[in-house]
């Protein structure tokens, strides 16, 4: 299962190459970021794939550059899923730890993990009792804690999707903030719940009721759009509005449902608001039996940034572990809205006044 990247990249000769990279990613030649001799055996070793680019700004003559790496974590679940629940979560922990020391090695500063990543997307079966030690709270949780720790010892901003269980016992999709202190800076909970296929998270837990927050990181203004929010366009405005410059989109889809999407949404979402999107989704094949009847799903990785300029990254592995590696200049978001005016020419009042019609006729 090759990415669609690679079957390409390996197809093409030299100069077809780069006219296909220049419209297709942005780039000529994809500016890909040399990363450690270091990192890359780390990564041979621990069996997981890792690849950095750069997006470039322009040099501005009164601001500085604002220069940072983003690293983004696409995983397979460890163990199989019939195993006892601590012995699961502790060997995912075991694999992201690793994961997370090169990342740091590399000066990453923000990094994000992909949805639910402590547990298998059991969130498929209909099933809740027998998973329901997977969720737990946003502060002082178990991954919480986990990550606080290397997130102050990195001095990273770490993005933690959880399962979330609140002080009523309720369940929520959940994204914590953790700083670049160890401390937990806040959270938001996925706003649209999808109702498709075998996907059917209503029965687990309600709709967001956290607005669209944006995090005002030492590194830079940050927000979270989970998974099937991908497909709102209102949404992801919603966090252009409240200033985000980078909005992750930590997910858990299946080829079966819009892979075909994947590429687009989130891509569009950069363009359209002038900010960077990354786009991160687990791997493997998760088997659950639900009555004696065996499900399996199988998660597409492909996990990918854009700039504001609609310039992409190459996807990881459709199938491996891996580390995507960015730099990014934070200027460029402020570049292209001078450029191109989207927040200008939005018209958001006419808009406002028709939805308003539509709501309330
Ligand atoms: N996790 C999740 O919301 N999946 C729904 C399917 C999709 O939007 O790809």
Not at 178 to 198: A, Q
Not at 251 to 263: P, V
Not at 296 to 306: D, E, L, N
Request: aromatic share 10%; net charge neutral.
């Amino acid at each position: 299962m090759d990415s669609l990247d690679n079957i390409i990249k390996n197809r093409l000769n030299k100069d077809q190459l780069k006219q296909f990279n220049k419209i297709y990613y942005g780039t000529e030649d994809n500016c890909e970021l040399e990363l450690k001799e270091s990192t890359k055996a780390e990564s041979v070793k621990g069996n997981f794939e890792v690849a950095g680019y750069s997006f470039i700004a322009k040099k501005e003559e009164l601001r500085k550059p604002n220069v940072l790496r983003l690293g983004l974590i696409q995983h397979s679940i460890v163990l199989p899923t019939d195993k006892p629940i601590s012995e699961q979560r502790q060997a995912i922990f075991k694999k992201i730890e690793k994961i997370i020391e090169v990342a740091a090695s590399e000066d990453v500063r923000i990094l994000c993990l992909q949805e639910t990543w402590t547990m298998p997307f059991f969130l498929c079966t209909g099933e809740k009792e027998k998973w329901e030690e997977f969720a737990e709270p946003a502060i002082n949780g178990p991954s919480t804690l986990f990550l606080s720790k290397l997130a102050k010892q990195y001095e990273m901003v770490i993005i933690s999707p959880i399962l979330e269980r609140d002080e009523d016992g309720k369940w929520w999709n959940t994204a914590v903030v953790i700083d670049e202190k160890g401390d937990y800076i806040g959270k938001h909970r996925k706003n649209h719940l999808p109702s498709v296929g075998s996907y059917s998270e209503t029965s687990y837990y309600a709709p967001g009721n956290l607005g669209h927050p944006v995090f005002d990181t030492k590194y830079g203004k940050i927000a979270v759009n989970i998974c099937y929010g991908r497909h709102h366009a209102l949404n992801w405005l919603m966090f252009g509005l409240n200033g985000a410059q980078i909005v992750f989109n930590p997910a858990a889809t299946i080829a079966e449902f819009g892979e075909t999407f994947w590429g687009i949404e989130a891509r569009t979402a950069a363009i359209a608001n002038h900010y960077f999107t990354c786009s991160i989704n687990r791997v493997g094949t998760e088997e659950y039996f639900i009555n004696k009847d065996k499900k399996v799903r199988t998660y597409y990785g492909s996990s990918y940034v854009t700039a504001p300029n609609g310039c992409r990254t190459p996807g990881l592995s459709k199938d491996r572990d891996g580390l995507l590696i960015v730099e990014l200049d934070l200027n460029l978001c402020r570049q292209v809205r001078d450029q191109w005016g989207f927040n200008m020419t939005s018209r958001l009042d006419v808009y406002a006044k028709s939805i308003e019609k539509k709501l309330c006729p």
